[in-house]
């Protein structure tokens, strides 16, 4: 059965650091992209980092550009979110995702692209609050 399941969630003092983890299983890993999402009470899932799986390219969405790092590791299957200088408007459920990599996608202009994730975890709750 293919599972993705994030860890590292919590309770984070605003401007602190925290490092989200994705463990995949049940699929070939290295031939997926992956995808951060988070979600909000009463707001729409957002889409927030992207990466290849060479991990030579990665995205960011504006909300997040120059605070958060996306990597991976192939070898052990996992997934990365650095959180760095988080705010209150970082409060959400952080989710992983997965789809099959082409030559189009994931892409500068694609990569957030929800319909392009075949798998999905269960999400991590992040709260940013003293």
């Known amino acids: 059965q293919v599972q993705l399941v994030e860890s590292g969630g919590g309770l984070v003092q605003p401007g602190e650091t925290r490092l989200l983890s994705c463990e995949t299983s049940?699929?070939?890993?290295?031939?997926?992209?992956v995808g951060w999402f988070r979600q909000s009470p009463g707001k729409a899932r957002e889409a927030i980092s992207g990466?290849?799986?060479?991990?030579?390219?990665?995205y960011y969405a504006d909300s997040v550009k120059g605070r958060f790092i996306v990597d991976r590791d192939n070898r052990d299957s996992v997934a990365y979110l650095q959180l760095n200088s988080v705010n209150v408007e970082d409060t959400a459920v952080y989710y992983c995702a997965a789809g099959p990599q082409r030559d189009n996608w994931p892409s500068f202009s694609s990569w957030g692209d929800e319909t392009q994730y075949t798998y999905w975890g269960q999400g991590t709750q992040v709260t940013v609050g003293s």
């Open positions: 990466i290849t799986v060479s991990g030579r390219s990665k």
């Open positions: 049940g699929f070939q890993f290295d031939t997926y992209g």
